[in-house]
């Protein structure tokens, strides 16, 4: 029903930016609240910011005055802005759509993801 396509990984140096983005096409897209995630080897995959249909944020603690998340449903596209990043933001990310809220189980559709990788 939603395909979620994520873009705009790659490789910075510690301090850099990314923004990563996340087309959105299916039925009923623009009411979905919309999450990204990360994994890294080793590591279970983590809540890092979440948008409601009505545009309500909520990030993790960890990248909250570096990263934000915004969504414009004109274009079906989410975002990920991430400044000052950091060697442990090293990851997998993943976009996510379901139902609002932090946990992996609130989501029923994911992206196959992009990496990130900062170096130090």
């Known amino acids: 029903q939603v395909q979620l396509v994520e873009s705009g990984g790659g490789l910075v140096q510690a301090g850099g930016s990314l923004r990563l983005s996340c087309a959105a096409s299916?039925?009923?897209?623009?009411?979905?609240?919309m999450g990204w995630f990360r994994q890294s080897p080793g590591k279970e995959r983590e809540f890092v910011a979440t948008?409601?249909?009505?545009?309500?944020?909520s990030l993790r603690d960890s990248v909250k005055g570096r990263f934000t998340v915004s969504r414009d449903n004109a274009k079906n596209t989410v975002y990920l802005q991430m400044n000052n990043l950091k060697p442990e933001d090293t990851a997998v990310y993943h976009c996510?759509?379901?139902?609002?809220?932090?946990?992996?189980?609130?989501?029923?559709?994911w992206g196959q993801g992009t990496q990130v990788t900062v170096s130090s």
């Open positions: 299916g039925r009923g897209i623009s009411i979905y609240a």
């Open positions: 996510a759509a379901g139902s609002w809220g932090t946990a992996v189980s609130s989501y029923d559709y």
């Open positions: 948008i409601g249909w009505r545009g309500t944020t």
